[in-house]
Nanobody
Framework: QVQLEESGGGLVQAGGSLRLSCAASGRTFSSYAMGWFRQAPGKEREFVAAITRTGISTDYGDSVKGRFTISRDNAKNTVYLQMNSLKSEDTAVYYC??????????????WGQGTQVTVSS
């Protein structure tokens, strides 16, 4: 019912910034909360950030608080993840998610294919 497509990943040097985008199609974008997870090599999928349906409230994983900002533009059916002060440990595949709320992978129904973020040290 909902399709998600991430973009904006790439290679960045430690201390730099990157902005990820997730474009949604299918059911009305504004109907759902949105979020981001990531998975680094050898690690389990980790919660990054989430934003409510209206964009009023947000939640962040402990490892990214103060560095990452999630936002959304419902008119463009797009959610963003602004990543600042990037560290090598931020290297991971980042996944856009929707139709849920929480910090567990099982809290969400729809997942994008992921976009690779690589931070060089």
């Amino acid at each position: 019912q909902v399709q998600l497509e991430e973009s904006g990943g790439g290679l960045v040097q430690a201390g730099g910034s990157l902005r990820l985008s997730c474009a949604a199609s299918g059911r009305t974008f504004s109907s759902y909360a949105m979020g981001w997870f990531r998975q680094a090599p050898g690690k389990e999928r980790e919660f990054v950030a989430a934003i409510t349906r209206t964009g009023i409230s947000t939640d962040y994983g402990d490892s990214v608080k103060g560095r990452f900002t999630i936002s959304r533009d419902n008119a463009k059916n797009t959610v963003y993840l602004q990543m600042n002060s990037l560290k090598s440990e931020d290297t991971a595949v980042y996944y856009c998610v929707t139709s849920g709320w929480g910090r567990k992978t099982s809290d969400y129904t729809y997942w994008g294919q992921g976009t690779q973020v690589t931070v060089s040290s």
